[in-house]
């Protein structure tokens, strides 16, 4: 699995917020909490990057996949915090540098990327992870959740072992 080293700056993001578990990850709950997203994207007034929607899984600490929840953002980079509309939340994440997967498919393919980061990835490489968060950019490639021509990205943060 190719995968390639990146900075990326800071960002501010407004959006939508869930406590999930795996589990209603494959019932399909992050997807509909995107779709409800993607209709009210328009009601956040200072959006400063068009292309790309950012979905954050944030891991409590001591996680277990088995049992516990994570939070699942879904939103857009903003200039500043201001007023948010109803429901929405702000999410900030800072500059860092993340290896980088790109998967094609529908969402579910996701797995497989996590699996190859902490089967194989972590272990042969220079780094550790940094945080207990990844973020998937859903950009032009992205046709949506269950389309076969789909591309996306998962950033993990990593720092030198």
Do not use: C
């Not at 800071?10 to 779709?35: C, F, H, K, P, R």
């Not at 540098?97 to 990327?113: K, T």
């Amino acid at each position: 699995m190719e995968s390639r080293i990146v900075e990326r700056k800071g960002m501010l993001l407004a959006g939508l917020a869930a406590n999930v578990t795996l589990g209603d990850v494959e019932s399909g709950l992050t997807i509909q909490l995107s779709e409800q997203f993607n209709t009210r994207r328009s009601e956040i007034n200072n959006e400063i990057n068009t292309r790309e929607v950012f979905g954050l899984s944030t891991d409590p600490e001591n996680y277990n996949p088995e049992t516990d929840k994570f939070e699942f953002f879904i939103g857009v980079e903003v200039a500043a915090a201001e007023e948010l509309p109803d429901g929405m939340v702000y999410r900030e994440v800072q500059p860092s540098e993340y290896v980088v997967f790109s998967f094609e498919g529908a969402a579910d393919n996701a797995g497989p990327v996590h699996h190859y980061l902490y089967s194989t990835w972590l272990n042969n490489s220079d780094y550790q992870l940094a945080s207990s968060y990844n973020i998937e950019v859903y950009d032009e490639r992205n046709k949506g959740p269950h389309a076969a021509d789909s591309i996306t990205d998962i950033y993990f943060p990593i720092v030198k072992k």
